[in-house]
């Protein structure tokens, strides 16, 4: 009974928990990327963005005062280790509470909080709970005081300070122009020569056209890794080398293979009693794909539209070699990779800012045309 026309499949379920999987693979890491995209550093390189609700154990370092008063004969300094002012640097607002200390960057932990340490020589540390501490020394301290490590809860801590960098980096006005100055006509030329291709591909009759259809789907396995040294060498011989019309044309060559293939499946599948009763009124090749093809490909444009945009929106490497290097030329995802997060990108709070920036306006194209993405992909799978 589970197959009766009007009933529900015993399987709706899995379906329904598959489909609730596959969703939260992706929904989790751009949750946590954007969670990280409001920390601070410090707090991103202690703990996980799942825990960036709760305080965080961060490791600091300060110096104890050089002010001491006699004790016997000893002198004893006494002060709050969150009053100097590099440890201010980790705790501006200070803490609540100090876990342990040392006196070594290698063991910046060594002691609890409140136990006393013997440092030797007869002097003696103790750092307590609310960063108050004791040195004692037999010797009259110097012109720095005892330096000191530490590891103390941090509260919560979120800015708007890895956007205020990013948004407000040197250039970053310039690179989002140049993003779109790239991109829109790195979308618009390989639809044009695509749909004129898989309209030739899919309506008119010529010797090899079966030959070149699997040469498309051949070239779509093709890395475009293979191709980007050659490229660059035939821009160079032809004299338009690193430049926007460089980074146009090699977009282009690098998006044909999709938007042929997926252009050419849309168009074969198109009513034929359409295109036959047009062309018995006297229409010719060009007024057919100009007024009757292209309307009823609309869906397939906008679909493969989406994928060369977003592409090409969020290229690097291309980017990185087509275009110059100056910073009048550079391109958003470049302007971040060098000069936010130089040659390490350890930064994780500035590539979290970075990725949600550079995104925004992908994520308006996407949900603003996403009906036509599905329309495009499923045209054909039925009849």
């Known amino acids: 009974m589970d197959n009766i026309a009007g009933q529900k499949s015993s399987l709706t379920w899995a379906t329904h928990i598959s489909v609730f999987i596959l969703v939260m693979l992706w929904l989790i890491p751009t949750v946590g990327l954007l969670v990280s995209s409001f920390r601070d550093r410090d707090q991103i390189s202690a703990s996980g963005w799942w825990e960036a609700p709760f305080a965080v154990e961060l490791t600091a370092r ?3 005062a050089t002010e001491a008063t ?3 004969d000893l002198y004893v300094v006494t002060g709050n280790i969150f009053d100097d002012e590099e440890a201010q640097s980790y705790f501006p607002k200070g803490s609540d509470d100090v876990v342990a200390f040392g006196t070594s960057g290698r063991n910046p932990t060594e002691h609890p909080a409140g136990q006393t340490a013997d440092l030797g020589d007869g002097q003696s540390l103790v750092v307590n709970a609310d960063g108050s501490y004791e040195f004692r020394t ?3 301290p110097g012109s720095r005081g005892q330096r000191i ?7 919560p801590k979120f800015t708007l300070a890895n956007y205020n960098q990013v948004l407000n980096s040197d250039g970053m ?4 122009l140049n993003t779109f100055t790239v991109t829109i006509p790195s979308t618009i030329i390989p639809i044009l020569i695509a749909a004129f ?6 309506w008119m009759d010529f010797p090899g056209r079966g030959l070149l259809i699997a040469l498309v789907v051949g070239l779509l396995v093709v890395p475009l890794q293979l191709a980007l040294v050659p490229m660059l060498g035939l821009h160079n011989r032809i004299g338009i080398g690193q430049s926007f019309m460089g980074i146009w044309m090699a977009h282009t060559a690098f998006g044909m293979p999709l938007a042929v293939y997926l252009l050419r499946n849309y168009m074969a599948g198109l009513p034929r009693d359409i295109i036959e009763s047009a062309k018995v009124d006297g229409a010719t090749d060009f007024e057919l794909f100009l007024k009757i093809i292209l309307p009823l490909s609309l869906p397939a444009l906008a ?7 977003l592409w090409t929106w969020n290229d690097l490497l291309v980017a990185k070699v087509f275009l110059p290097s100056d910073d009048a030329s ?4 470049v302007k971040i990779a060098d000069d936010l997060l130089g040659s390490r990108g350890g930064d994780w709070g500035i590539l979290a800012t970075a990725a949600f920036v550079s995104i925004a306006v992908p994520l308006v194209v996407f949900f603003s045309m996403q009906r036509f993405l599905v329309r495009g992909l499923l045209a054909g799978s039925v009849k």
């Open 330 to 333: 550079k391109v958003m995802t």
């Open 197 to 202: 291709a898989a309209y030739a591909l899919a």
């Open 303 to 309: 679909a493969f539209s989406i994928f060369q945009f």
């Open 149 to 155: 490590y530490f590891a103390a809860e941090s509260p």
């Open 62 to 64: 300060g110096r104890a």
């Open 138 to 140: 037999p010797e009259k």
């Open 70 to 72: 006699p004790d016997g």
């Open 173 to 176: 006005g310039r690179a989002f």
